[in-house]
Each structure stands twice: as structure tokens, then as C-alpha cells.
């Protein structure tokens, strides 16, 4: 069975960074592309950001560039998103999702930005 | 990359088609076979319904249908039941390699 399970959520000051985690299991992780999703309360979806199986291309939306830091380890079936500069704007549930048609969604994990 | 436009809401009674579009450009809806449609009920992850514009995922009722025609992608859903109550959301792939999502459309059950 196909489970991804994010993790490392929480509060966090303006300004601060947090380090979010996707544990992939049930499938050959390194064979897929993955994604980050968000969606801030009662908002809709907006895509994050994109890394290939090999890490070889990596994309990020215009909201995010320069802050966000995504990576992933195939020997652990781990994917990260490593967010600096965190504002209000991005409190958020952040989901991963197997690409490339997102046939599989983590239950996400809360991102509060706040002072 | 500007959101994808959907109607922000969509009913019908039950046993009733409805068909719920998605409007984009030639960079994304437009220019690839590589449009979505998710499901989303409240607090929960979102499901995929549809991929690559016209095909389901196994365990999707054959009552969803997609298609495209020009920058419009279109979910229809036919012999609408109750549990088809939610938020549904569209996704293309774009010229910059990148995912756009829709704006979301809150579908109701009369």
C-alpha cells in the first residue's frame, strides 16, 4: 500500500524556518518525481515546488523561490522541504504528493507562521 | 503563473450531470494532455479523479468524465449523488515546467 506521511509542522515566527519531511513508502520511491502542495485556510490549492527522481530538475512557483529548499533522499524514501524566511502568507497545510498526476496525497502537515 | 479558472460553484440535484470547466491558456491547459481534476472533501487530502485529461484511476466511478477543447478542460459528473459533495480542483502542467492549480469549485447536492 502506498503511504506518504508528512511531518515537522508547526508554529513558527515570522522570519523563522522550519524543515518539513515526507516519509514514502509502498512503492519505488526513486522512480517518481514528487511535489509540495499547499493550501492555506479555507483557500485553495496552490503547487509549491517539484524535484525529479534524481534530483536532476527542480522547480519552484514564484512565491517560494529564493526562501523554499526542496530535496529528497532515495535511500531513505524521504522527501524535505526546507522553508527560510517564513511569512504570514505562508501558513499553510503543505502536502506531498507522488507526481507526475498526484495519484497519491500525504494527510499533510500545519504550518503556522505567527508572532 | 496565474490560477486556472473554474466556477466557484456548481449543484444539481441527485441523478443530475453537471459539468464543472477549467479555463487556462495555451502555456498550460491549452499546450500539453496533462490536466488533472482532484476531489477534496472537508479536512481531507485531496484525491485524484482524473489524469491526463480523460483517463481514471482505478476505483473511480465511471460517472466522472473528463475532456478538453482549446485552453478548457472540463470535469463532468453524471448520475450526481451525494457523497459527490466537495471541493474539486483542476491542475495543468505548463511551459515552465511547472503545476498550476485551479481555483476550486464547491460542487452541492440539492
Known amino acids: 500500500e502506498v503511504q506518504l506521511v508528512e511531518s515537522g509542522g508547526g508554529l513558527v515566527k515570522p522570519g523563522g524556518s522550519l524543515r518539513l519531511s515526507c516519509a514514502a513508502s509502498?512503492?519505488?520511491?526513486?522512480?517518481?518525481?514528487m511535489n509540495w502542495v499547499r493550501q492555506a485556510p479555507g483557500k485553495g490549492l496552490e503547487w509549491v515546488s517539484s524535484?525529479?527522481?534524481?534530483?536532476?530538475?527542480?522547480y519552484y512557483a514564484d512565491s517560494v523561490k529564493g526562501r523554499f529548499t526542496i530535496s529528497r533522499d532515495n535511500a531513505k524514501n524521504s522527501l524535505y522541504l526546507q522553508m527560510n524566511s517564513l511569512r504570514a502568507e505562508d501558513t499553510a497545510v503543505y502536502y506531498c504528493?507522488?507526481?507526475?498526476?498526484?495519484?497519491?496525497w500525504g494527510q499533510g502537515t500545519l504550518v503556522t507562521v505567527s508572532s | 503563473q496565474s490560477a486556472l479558472t473554474q466556477p466557484a460553484s456548481v449543484s444539481g440535484s441527485p441523478g443530475q450531470s453537471i459539468t464543472i470547466s477549467c479555463t487556462g491558456t495555451?502555456?498550460?491547459?491549452?499546450?500539453?494532455?496533462?490536466v488533472s481534476w482532484y476531489q477534496q472533501h472537508p479536512g481531507k487530502a485531496p484525491k485524484l479523479m482524473i489524469y491526463?485529461?480523460?483517463n481514471r484511476p482505478s476505483g473511480v466511478p465511471d460517472r466522472f468524465s473528463g475532456s478538453k477543447s482549446g485552453n478548457t478542460a472540463s470535469l463532468t459528473i453524471s448520475g450526481l449523488q451525494a457523497e459527490d459533495e466537495a471541493d474539486y480542483y483542476c491542475s495543468s502542467y505548463t511551459s515552465s515546467s511547472t503545476q498550476v492549480f485551479g481555483t476550486g469549485t464547491k460542487v452541492t447536492v440539492l
Open positions: 504528493a507522488r507526481a507526475p498526476d498526484g495519484d497519491y
Open positions: 509502498g512503492f519505488t520511491f526513486s522512480s517518481y518525481s
Open positions: 495555451s502555456s498550460d491547459v491549452g499546450g500539453y494532455n496533462y
Open positions: 491526463e485529461v480523460s
Open positions: 524535484i525529479s527522481s534524481s534530483s536532476s530538475y527542480i
